[in-house]
């Protein structure tokens, strides 16, 4: 296993095209997290997912934004009818349970929207 | 509302000067507090943790709860130290949403 890997690395789409991002987690994590970054931010919380739930989503996150992992491995992120706003970087990271964790990250997504 | 403020968006200091960076956090509860580490065309990676007390790559950070504060230390800078450093939290009640700061570009120079 050579960590948590994300596909495609780069993604350059027109506004109001729909795009779709894949993170495959570190085989044994059953949590997920997914995070956008902007330049000069932080990494900004968008969803978790523990196996195949999703427990939490940010109030950040618009109806646009939609996040699947249907069999508690691989997972998908979503973003529909895309605007210039959306343009960031996509960091997906898995840990596994325990009372302390540490979040393993993915290389990210790099969406421009044109 | 839950908040991480890391007041220096870059640092830059010589080799061999101590280091510190700082980290201030707003949180109701009782969180716990990491640094995270990016190098050059690398992947963020945690670099520790205010629970386990360790010391990582000469680096160390201690939670002051009264100043609300993680500032991450350590004595003599090395050049290879030169990165992005991220202060984040999580609730200490399962630790689910993480909340980075904006981040530090320490520089060190020779």
């Known amino acids: 296993d050579t960590g948590v890997s994300q596909n495609p690395r780069h993604k350059i789409t027109k506004r109001g095209q729909n795009v779709t991002f894949r993170c495959d987690p570190i085989s044994e994590h059953n949590r997920l997290y997914w995070y956008r970054q902007t330049l000069g931010q932080g990494p900004e919380f968008l969803t978790y997912f523990q196996n195949e739930a999703q427990l939490e989503k940010s109030r950040l996150l618009s109806d646009r934004f939609s996040a699947e992992r249907p069999k508690g491995s691989f997972s998908t992120l979503e973003i529909q009818r895309t605007e210039q706003g959306d343009s960031a970087m996509y960091l997906c990271a898995s840990s596994s349970s325990g009372v302390s964790y540490e979040q393993y990250f993915g290389p990210g997504t790099r969406l421009t929207v044109t | 509302a839950q908040r991480v403020t890391q007041p220096e968006k870059l640092l830059s200091v010589f080799k061999g000067a101590p280091v510190e960076l700082k980290c201030n956090y707003s949180y109701s509860g009782s969180p716990e507090l990491f640094w995270y580490v990016q190098y050059s065309r690398q992947r963020l990676q945690l670099l520790l943790r205010?629970?386990s007390r360790e010391s990582i790559k000469g680096f160390t950070a201690d939670l002051n709860k009264g100043e609300t504060s993680f500032h991450l230390k350590k004595p003599f800078a090395q050049e290879e130290d030169s990165a992005m450093y991220y202060c984040a939290l999580s609730p200490n009640t399962g630790g689910f949403k993480t909340i980075f700061g904006a981040g530090t570009r320490l520089f060190v120079k020779a």
């Open positions: 205010h629970i």
